[in-house]
């Protein structure tokens, strides 16, 4: 059992110092900028407005992510991989129910640097990159791609991040917000989040449009979509198997 720990910890140390070689993708600077300076505004949110919403948002996607991931064979050696994490410790939350490795990666330093501080999990290891340019040197057994689609440039950006996630994962959740203006709730929540919290993310999908989109480049995987209704809205959830 000391020899298994002792591989695993290696594993993990191994990750952390493999990060991926620059590229030429950047990090995105106004998200960056935008998301450093928010102060008394992200204090408010994380303390006054996010409690209200969780049960009856982002519990019901967190439920529905722990759904898919027990019907995977998760276990101490897995990797649970968040690619765009933000404050969200849910990539912890899944590797701690099976002992598993967690990845969390975010573009932006201040959520990461905080998260790690905490020391929640020590099987966690924290990344600072943008998802385009991410390397791991093994595959996640679970890879989550949560609310980071609606930040892609263009159809390009996003055909590349879906190339970029197939190949760092042997199965994955992508779920974004459908089309604001598809739901009353959406285009208030998309309001607060532009106006107050000043989110960059304005490229979002009609459903049909992200259906297509999946399935155009996952075209050998096994896969189930549906929407999931909060109250910030609809989001979109594809739940993809490639083994």
């Not at 609606?150 to 991040?161: G, I, K, Q, S």
């Not at 879906?162 to 994962?169: A, G, H, P, T």
């Amino acid at each position: 059992e000391e020899q298994d720990e002792d591989a695993s910890m290696a594993e993990i140390y191994n990750l952390c110092r493999q990060k991926m070689e620059s590229t030429h993708h950047e990090i995105p600077l106004q998200e960056i900028e935008a998301s450093n300076n928010l102060g008394w505004r992200l204090f408010v949110h994380r303390n006054f407005i996010k409690p209200l919403y969780y049960l009856l948002s982002n519990l019901i996607i967190k439920r529905e992510i722990f759904k898919y991931a027990a019907t995977l064979s998760l276990g101490e050696q897995s990797l649970i991989c968040d690619v765009g994490c933000g404050y969200d410790h849910l990539a912890i939350d899944v590797a701690k129910k099976y002992g598993a490795i967690a990845l969390l990666n975010d573009p932006v330093s201040k959520p990461v640097i905080l998260m790690s501080r905490k020391r929640m999990y020590p099987k966690a290891i924290f990344m600072n990159e943008n998802a385009l340019a991410l390397k791991i040197t093994r595959k996640a057994d679970l890879l989550i791609c949560k609310n980071i689609l609606h930040h892609m440039n263009n159809p390009e950006d996003v055909a590349e991040l879906f190339e970029k996630i197939s190949m760092l994962s042997n199965a994955l959740v992508i779920i974004d917000p459908e089309k604001p203006e598809t739901t009353i709730l959406g285009k208030i929540w998309n309001f607060y989040y532009r106006r107050f919290l000043l989110d960059q993310g304005e490229e979002f999908l009609d459903f049909e449009t992200f259906k297509r989109s999946v399935i155009q480049h996952f075209p050998n995987a096994q896969i189930s979509m549906r929407k999931i209704r909060t109250i910030k809205g609809n989001f979109m959830a594809a739940f993809i198997n490639k083994i």
